[in-house]
C-alpha cells in the first residue's frame, strides 16, 4: 500500500510559480511517480513523469519547458516546479504512483493516487 499527500498549491498570479510536494507512506524507489490535474468539468490530464532513479523524466506538451519533475528518494517525495504559470494551469493537481516506465499519460495505468492540492493561476 502507497499513500500519497499533496502540499504546495495556492493562488498565484499569471506569470508567478509554485512548487508542489507529494509526500509517500513508505519507499516508493521501485515506482514511477507522477503528477496529473483536473480543471472543473474535464478530465484528469497527464503533466509530468519521473522513472525510479530521478534520471528519466516525461512532461506534457502543455507545460514543456514551464515545469520540471523532481524527485527525492531519500525523503520518499516528488515535486513539481512550476514557472511561468498561467490561467489555463488551474486545476486539482495530483500525485501518482506506479509500478510502470514514466511515459503513462493514460490514468489508467497508475495504481495510486494522493487526495490533490488546488492551483489557482489569476490573470
Known amino acids: 500500500q502507497v499513500q500519497l499527500v499533496e502540499s504546495g498549491g495556492g493562488l498565484v498570479q499569471a506569470g508567478g510559480s509554485l512548487r508542489l510536494s507529494c509526500a509517500a507512506s513508505?519507499?516508493?524507489?521501485?515506482?514511477?511517480m507522477g503528477w496529473f490535474r483536473q480543471a472543473p468539468g474535464k478530465e484528469r490530464e497527464f503533466v509530468a513523469a519521473?522513472?525510479?532513479?530521478?534520471?528519466?523524466?516525461y512532461h506534457a506538451v502543455s507545460v514543456k519547458g514551464r515545469f520540471t519533475i523532481s524527485r527525492d528518494n531519500a525523503k520518499n517525495t516528488v515535486f513539481l516546479q512550476m514557472n511561468s504559470l498561467e490561467p489555463e494551469d488551474t486545476g486539482v493537481y495530483y500525485c501518482?504512483?506506479?509500478?510502470?516506465?514514466?511515459?503513462?499519460?493514460?490514468?489508467?495505468?497508475?495504481?495510486?493516487w494522493g487526495q490533490g492540492t488546488q492551483v489557482t493561476v489569476s490573470s
Open positions: 501518482a504512483a506506479g509500478y510502470i516506465g514514466p511515459y503513462a499519460p493514460a490514468p489508467r495505468q497508475w495504481s495510486y
Open positions: 513508505g519507499r516508493t524507489f521501485s515506482y514511477t
Open positions: 519521473i522513472d525510479r532513479s530521478g534520471g528519466n523524466t
